[in-house]
C-alpha cells in the first residue's frame, strides 16, 4: 500500500505561484512512477506531469514551461512547482504513484486561479 497526501494548494492570483507537495508512506525511490493529475469540474481528470525513476519527466503541453515536477527520496515527497498560473489551471490536483503495477491516488488538493 501506498499513502498519498498532497498540500500546499489554495487561492492564487493570475500570474501567481504555488509549489504542491505529495508526502509518500513509503520510500518513494521504491516507486517506480509517479506524477500529477487534476480534475476541474465537469471536466475529466487529465495528466499533468508523471516521471518513472531515473527517467525524463512528461508534462502536458498547456503547463510546459510553467510547472516543474521534482522528486526529494530523502523526504519521500513529490512536489509541482507551478509559475504563471492562470484560470484556466483552477482544478482539484490529484498525486499518482503506481507501485507493484496498482494505482495509489491522494484526496487532492484544490487550486483556485482568480483575481
Known amino acids: 500500500q501506498v499513502q498519498l497526501v498532497e498540500s500546499g494548494g489554495g487561492l492564487v492570483q493570475p500570474g501567481g505561484s504555488l509549489r504542491l507537495s505529495c508526502a509518500a508512506s513509503?520510500?518513494?525511490?521504491?516507486?517506480?512512477?509517479m506524477g500529477w493529475y487534476r480534475q476541474a469540474p465537469g471536466k475529466q481528470r487529465e495528466l499533468v506531469a508523471t516521471s518513472t525513476t531515473g527517467g525524463a519527466t512528461k508534462y502536458a503541453d498547456s503547463v510546459k514551461d510553467r510547472f516543474t515536477m521534482s522528486r526529494d527520496n530523502d523526504k519521500n515527497t513529490l512536489y509541482l512547482q507551478m509559475n504563471s498560473l492562470e484560470p484556466e489551471d483552477t482544478a482539484v490536483y490529484y498525486c499518482?504513484?503506481?507501485?507493484?503495477?496498482?494505482?495509489?491516488w491522494g484526496q487532492g488538493t484544490q487550486v483556485t486561479v482568480s483575481s
Open positions: 499518482n504513484a503506481i507501485w507493484f503495477s496498482r494505482s495509489f
Open positions: 513509503r520510500s518513494i525511490f521504491s516507486i517506480n512512477v
